[in-house]
């Protein structure tokens, strides 16, 4: 198994939608929060030409696994939507894309990025990768946003 990290063609626009939905239904059940960003963005939102914007691929054999976003800021960058494959998790392609993520990011202050408080899994990752809270917020009905960033 030979997997390349390279950033996304329009072409992997449809894959990388296909799975970030699915990965981020398990959240939506969690927070029945079904109109999150990631489970309703189009094709037509995502702007691969964005100087403020880097999506990265992982691809095993010619087929896209997963992918991570980078959104830049004056001094930081937000890392979004990392989203694997049901049939590629737990394979370490989650934190493959993180660090490669990270190397975007050489020049700024911080890198920061949020998930849901009982994301578990979730936060476990970033916080093995050096990730650090630095604010909880309530969302809804009484569940938290944890915010981690990385220095």
């Known amino acids: 198994m030979d997997l390349i990290i390279r ?24 927070y029945d929060a079904y109109d999150i960003p990631p489970m309703i963005e189009a094709a037509d ?3 691969l030409d964005s100087s403020k914007l880097v999506i990265l691929v992982a691809e095993i054999d010619g087929v896209v696994t997963g992918s991570i976003r980078i959104a ?4 930081d960058a937000e890392i979004k939507r990392l989203s694997i494959a049901d049939e590629f998790q737990k394979q370490g392609i989650g934190s493959r894309l993180m660090k490669e993520a990270e190397t975007y990011c050489d020049n700024l202050s911080r890198i920061w990025l949020f998930t849901g408080g009982q994301s578990y899994e979730n936060i476990n990752l970033y916080k093995k990768l050096g ?9 809804k ?3 938290t946003l944890i915010y981690l960033e990385k220095k």
């Open 72 to 75: 830049y800021g004056e001094n």
């Open 141 to 143: 009905d009484g569940f």
């Open 7 to 30: 950033r996304a063609k329009t072409e992997d626009i449809p894959r990388i939608l296909e799975i970030q939905k699915k990965a981020f239904v398990v959240q939506a059940d969690k």
């Open 45 to 47: 939102q995502i702007n």
């Open 131 to 139: 990730y650090r809270t630095f604010k909880e917020e309530h969302w």
